[in-house]
Structure formats: C-alpha cells, structure tokens
C-alpha cells in the first residue's frame, strides 16, 4: 500500500527538465534551531528547484507566525516563482519531511490540483548521489490562478465548535510534554499546555527516518493516540507546519481531514479567551 501524495527520488529525477513540472525546495527551521532555510537553499539544492519561504510568503498584517496570505498575494508570489496551478509541482525540504508537509497543504489550499512531496526529501536526495545546484534559480514569470478553500482551514471558531462536540475531533502534533504543559513554548508569551478535549499525535510518531511511515503504520498510531479515523479531524500544532504533517498523515492512513487550524498554539497559547488544559490527553 503506497502513499499517495508522494513521489519518489527516481520519479523526479527522470522528470527534471519537464516544463510542466515545478520543484519547491519548502526548508523552514524553528527560530530556535539557528538554521536558515534560505541560505542553505543557496548553498545546495536540486536543480531547478525555487525556494519558498513560509514566513514571507504569508500574511505580513498580523503578529502570528507564517499565516496564510490571501489569494492575490499568494497568486503573485507563485507567479514570480514560475509556477502555476495547473503544473505538477513536487516539494520537498532538508529534514525529510518537515515544512514540506506545509507547503503541500498551501497549495493545495489555494487550488493546485497535482501536488506531490519528495519521499525522503533532500536527504535522500543528496544520498544517492543525485546532482544538485547553487545560488538562487530564475524561472520565467507564470500566471498561477488561486483560489482559497475555506474548507482547508480551519479558524479558532471552528475549533470552538469541534472541541464541544463529539463529531470532529481536534488531534495536535507538539510533542507530549508541551502538549501536557510540563515544557515551556519555543515562542514567548504563550501559555503552556493544550485545548481543553483535544488529543495529541506527536508528529516524531507517525515518521520514520525523515519519511511517513506506511498506512497501517499510520492508522495505528492515530488508533493509539484515541483518534478514530472515521471521524474527520482538525490538525493543530504549535504554528501550522507539524499540523500539515498530521493531516497528511490522516489523509494518507484514510481518514478525512475538517481543516487545519491555520492559528494553531501560537494563536490559541496568547488568547485570555482560549481555555487551556495541562496533563495528559481526556
């Protein structure tokens, strides 16, 4: 049983020079890492490859961290990439699978049909011994036509809404002992702990060596952590990228994805009007 939303190293490396085929190199680190994305881009990556940076092409009017842009905004960064929403277009990033999984659902979100991530991203890449550039790539202008759907997103109210009832679940990425409020945020100011009836999937858990692990794989981790895939879930983590590690996982283990919430901690943790929980999930 493959992952759907994937491709493989050789896939992309018989396809490369394919005009129809767009390559994002999708590198985020958090703020405490010291790592940049960019400048590793320009130091090595696959050929061709464009750079899409999450915290800039985001919306700049609020404090909260790499939220999405509108739809013209999106659209005219897209477009100086080279890129259009009717191209396949392959992401991937330096730690396997990380802010990939972000970008992958951004574009999605805003109406790119053929998106695919990298199966062991660049690692994998660069072990196999496979070619790679330097410095910044220029692709020729395109027009990429987006169009947001809400239903992709979920806002603070419709995480409300989920956590009162039984039908939508609410299942956070953050590792266990923030999730419990026993560990403090990597961003300041936040609350420690979690949404009162919310259940926590460590995204570390569903991965295997910088990959998704296998579908069964999968389903059973969500099993363990009290998810029921047979109800849609909303993903949730510290600021929107592990939560699109979550809801990719969902998808491909079969369960339905109700949004991501775009938000996540660092709206929810900064809020007098978010009621927080600490300990363990239930």
């Known amino acids: ?76 960064a897209m477009g100086r990439l080279g890129l259009s929403e009717d191209m396949t277009i392959v992401v991937y990033d330096s730690l396997g699978l990380y802010a990939a999984a972000r970008v992958w659902w951004t574009l999605r979100a805003f109406g790119a049909a053929k998106v695919k991530i990298l199966e062991g991203g660049l690692p994998k890449w660069i072990k196999e011994g496979r070619p790679l550039e330097k410095g910044e790539t220029v692709r020729a202008p395109r027009t990429f036509v987006a169009r947001l759907d809400p239903a992709v997103v979920a806002s603070r109210d419709d995480v409300r809404r989920a956590l009162a009832s039984d039908a939508i679940q609410v299942v956070d990425a953050r590792p266990a002992d923030r999730f419990e409020g026993k560990a403090p945020e990597p961003r300041p100011g936040l609350k420690s702990g979690h949404m009162p009836g919310a259940l926590n999937l460590p995204f570390v858990e569903i991965l ?42 969902a998808e491909e283990a079969g369960g339905k994805v109700a949004g991501l919430y775009d938000g996540s901690w660092a709206e929810w943790g900064g809020r007098d009007d978010c009621p927080v929980a600490t300990g363990p999930a239930g």
């Open 208 to 249: 295997d060596g910088g990959k998704l692990k296998s579908p069964p794989a999968l389903a059973q981790a969500f099993a363990a952590r009290g998810v029921d895939l047979k109800k849609p879930v909303i993903t949730t983590c510290g600021s929107g990228v592990t939560a699109a590690i979550l809801a990719l996982a």
């Open 1 to 76: 049983m493959g992952l759907h939303n994937f491709v493989s190293t050789e896939w992309l490396a018989a396809r490369l020079n394919e005009p129809g085929l767009g390559v994002i190199d999708a590198s985020w680190h958090l703020p405490t890492s010291g790592r940049s994305g960019v400048e590793e881009f320009r130091e090595k990556h696959i050929p061709g490859a464009v750079f899409f940076d999450i915290d800039e092409i985001a919306d700049r009017s609020t404090d909260l961290p790499h939220m999405l842009p509108d739809a013209a905004a999106f659209a005219d």
